[in-house]
T-cell receptor, first 113, second 114 residues
Framework: DGGITQSPKYLFRKEGQNVTLSCEQN?????MYWYRQDPGQGLRLIYY???????QKGDIAEGYSVSREKKESFPLTVTSAQKNPTAFYLC????????????FGQGTRLTVV | KQEVTQIPAALSVPEGENLVLNCSFT??????LQWFRQDPGKGLTSLLL?????REQTSGRLNASLDKSSGRSTLYIAASQPGDSATYLC?????????????FGTGTRLKVLA
């Protein structure tokens, strides 16, 4: 089955810790994205990558970091510098060209304890 | 700056009713518009993608229209069912900051009552 897999589904972090959220796709897509979703707000773009070994900051990149060493993988690290990390995180991918459909994973809910 | 708005924020309808969800955007320079469904605690499921050159797309009981000149899209759901209860999001695909991106609305939370 082709798709996007995010893991874990739920993640708990102590204050001051870094945590990494996994996102893997087997759709052979060039572009991958990380979004954050908070109640009552639309999805906000954290980072995106149009091609392997290249990525760009989105609208709310502070306190986050990413890597894109493989086409199918785009992990997101939430660092201790992110002051309000509790949220629902969504990973997406697309073929990268215009007029293409975006596909999403099932999300990771991160809670700071 | 492209802004995407969805009104109403929430909607309750009795089963069987036909309904329309609205999405508006401020900049008509878009490549496409996509409608998604999101169930509580889940990811987004793509429903329909309308290219900028198209006026509408249909899938089963769903029909989405696009009017670029007025900055509007509608999602029509025919003969609504309780299983249609979810949050519906629209997103425009556009160039912003030199790169192709998706910009999302805040969604309409739909409840279909049995």
């Amino acid at each position: 089955d082709g798709g996007i897999t995010q893991s874990p589904k739920y993640l708990f972090r102590k204050e001051g810790q870094n945590v990494t959220l996994s996102c893997e796709q087997n759709l052979n897509h060039d572009a991958m994205y990380w979004y954050r979703q908070d109640p009552g707000q639309g999805l906000r773009l954290i980072y995106y990558s149009q091609i392997v070994n290249d990525f760009q900051k989105g609208d709310i990149a502070e306190g986050y970091s990413v890597s894109r060493e493989k086409k199918e993988s785009f992990p997101l690290t939430v660092t201790s510098a992110q002051k309000n990390p509790t949220a629902f995180y969504l990973c997406a991918s697309s073929s990268g060209t215009v007029n293409t459909e975006a596909f999403f994973g099932q999300g990771t809910r991160l809670t700071v304890v | 700056k492209q802004e995407v708005t969805q009104i109403p924020a929430a909607l309750s309808v009795p089963e069987g009713e036909n309904l329309v969800l609205n999405c508006s955007f401020t900049d008509s320079a878009i490549y496409n518009l996509q409608w998604f469904r999101q169930d509580p605690g889940k990811g987004l499921t793509s429903l329909l993608l309308i290219q900028s050159s198209q006026r509408e797309q249909t899938s089963g009981r769903l029909n989405a229209s696009l009017d670029k000149s007025s900055g509007r899209s509608t999602l029509y759901i025919a003969a609504s069912q309780p299983g249609d209860s979810a949050t519906y999001l629209c997103a425009v695909g556009a160039h912003r900051g030199g790169t192709y991106k998706y910009i999302f609305g805040t969604g309409t939370r739909l409840k279909v009552l049995a």
